[in-house]
């Protein structure tokens, strides 16, 4: 079936843009993850989604930074007034039930962000 | 907080050798799983293995198993006869116990990155 998809696969900005990054996670999955990855580090967790509900947003580095699932299904991750420092590995993941570490989450191949 | 760490930035051994990777992590929790993740080239995540602290024995999966020292904090990975296909980056991770805020959340490594050689 099919996985986790993240479009765009690339995308390039300008410092100071504004820029959407969607997920779709696989179906009927209930959890939904957002995920950074700096060159060379491993991934940071950014926000938690149950349903349609940020569960936990504890990781968002600032208010730049929001995300919305308005249906429970697909997420956008919105990055306002990028900046340099944004340059990173977005991956979404998700989970059949209600996240927790028995619940296996299946990752994107994420969407690579430049900000110039 | 919790930390994870990986000291072996990188490592290469020849096909069907046993490579084993390192990881050692520091958290108070008493309820916590351990997790190994590998990245190929496409990006993609994906789990390899899943240990709970409370079980003693060693988690396995065909030719993937790990050596939870629990007292130590540690938690390596070794994978025997070795593939070319095993040649990934692969991030050690750690998750609470539990269904309290912040239990859903993986926490990893820098990675190892590990080429097979034909």
């Known amino acids: 079936g099919a996985g986790v998809s993240q479009t765009p696969s690339n995308k390039v900005t300008e410092k100071g843009k504004y820029v959407e990054l969607r997920c779709d996670p696989i179906s009927g999955h209930t959890a939904l993850y957002w995920y950074r990855q700096s060159l060379g580090q491993g991934p940071e967790f950014l926000i938690y989604f149950q349903g349609t509900g940020a569960a936990d947003d504890s990781g968002l580095p600032n208010d730049r930074f929001f995300a919305v699932r308005p249906e429970g299904s697909v997420s956008t991750l919105k990055i306002q007034r990028t900046e340099r420092g944004d340059s990173a590995v977005y991956l979404c993941?998700?989970?059949?039930?209600?996240?927790?570490?028995?619940?296996?989450?299946?990752f994107g191949p994420g969407t690579r962000l430049t900000v110039l | 907080a919790q930390t994870v760490t990986q000291s072996q930035p990188e490592m290469s051994v020849q096909e069907a050798e046993t490579v084993t990777l390192s990881c050692t992590y520091d958290t108070s929790e008493s309820n916590y799983y351990l997790f190994w993740y590998k990245q190929p080239p496409s990006r993609q995540m994906i789990l390899v293995i899943r240990q709970e602290a409370y079980k003693q024995q060693n988690a396995t999966e065909n030719r993937f198993s790990v050596n939870f020292q629990k007292a130590a904090k540690s938690f390596s990975l070794k994978i025997s006869d070795s593939q070319l296909g095993d040649t990934a980056m692969y991030f050690c991770?750690?998750?609470?116990?539990?269904?309290?805020?912040?239990?859903?959340?993986?926490?990893f490594g820098q990675g190892t990155r590990l080429t097979i050689n034909p």
């Open positions: 993941a998700s989970s059949p039930r209600a996240g927790g570490p028995t619940d296996t989450q299946y």
């Open positions: 991770a750690f998750m609470k116990g539990g269904t309290i805020q912040g239990a859903q959340k993986l926490v």
